[in-house]
T-cell receptor
Framework: GAVVSQHPSRVICKSGTSVKIECRSL??????MFWYRQFPKKSLMLMAT?????????EQGVEKDKFLINHASLTLSTLTVTSAHPEDSSFYIC???????????FGPGTRLTVL | GIQVEQSPPDLILQEGANSTLRCNFS?????LQWFHQNPWGQLINLFY???GTKQNGRLSATTVATERYSLLYISSSQTTDSGVYFC??????????FGKGTRLSVIA
């Protein structure tokens, strides 16, 4: 299957700082990537759809100025959590469909802890 | 939007037992995937199965698209099968919608 990587895998930061998370498709091009968030013992909830070369589409209730998404190339999407607060602590996971396929492939996730 | 319901929410098995996990969805889909989330959070792709039946070792899955449900079978369960199993569905290249998962514990 196709491979999606994320970096970093784990980050701890102080309240008020910004954190950037990278999502890369390693062996395929992805014009679309998806960002999900997962709280402990809960399911994955879609945050936004990242579109290469255009603005991201955010789900209702997700602040676009808080969670900045940039999809600058066909293999890279970034999620920046701006002015992070403890309530932003969560597990963030990205996914992408491989070209010509509906099946989606997920990155290993990034665990963010805001102190 | 599409609703996804998984059952049971929790399941405890003795090692060696078999189990069936169910996923019901509310609308037509052309993507249905089963995942196992390991203790580190990584989603392991088990099956891409919008219809039909597939088998991979001790695991198999069946999706009956016309009746909007899918089943995941685990045979001869092992302690390493423990974790959360998610079903997720989508139409076209839209994002996957996840069920709440089944938390499986296999005890020796």
């Amino acid at each position: 299957g196709a491979v999606v990587s994320q970096h970093p895998s784990r980050v701890i930061c102080k309240s008020g700082t910004s954190v950037k998370i990278e999502c890369r498709s390693l062996d395929f091009q992805a014009t679309t990537m998806f960002w999900y968030r997962q709280f402990p013992k809960k399911s994955l909830m879609l945050m936004a759809t990242s579109n290469e070369g255009s603005k991201a589409t955010y789900e209702q209730g997700v602040e676009k100025d808080k969670f900045l998404i940039n999809h600058a190339s066909l293999t890279l999407s970034t999620l920046t959590v701006t002015s992070a607060h403890p309530e932003d602590s969560s597990f963030y996971i990205c996914s992408a469909p491989s070209a010509g396929r509906y099946e989606q492939f997920f990155g290993p996730g990034t665990r963010l802890t805001v102190l | 939007g599409i609703q996804v319901e998984q059952s049971p929410p929790d399941l405890i098995l003795q090692e060696g037992a078999n189990s069936t996990l169910r996923c019901n969805f509310s609308d037509s889909v052309n993507n249905l995937q089963w995942f196992h989330q390991n203790p580190w959070g990584q989603l392991i792709n088990l099956f891409y199965i919008p219809s039909g039946t597939k088998q991979n070792g001790r695991l198999s899955a069946t999706t009956v698209a016309t009746e909007r449900y899918s089943l995941l079978y685990i045979s001869s369960s092992q302690t390493t099968d423990s974790g959360v199993y998610f079903c997720a569905v989508a139409s076209g290249n839209t994002p996957l919608v996840f069920g709440k998962g089944t938390r499986l514990s296999v005890i020796a």
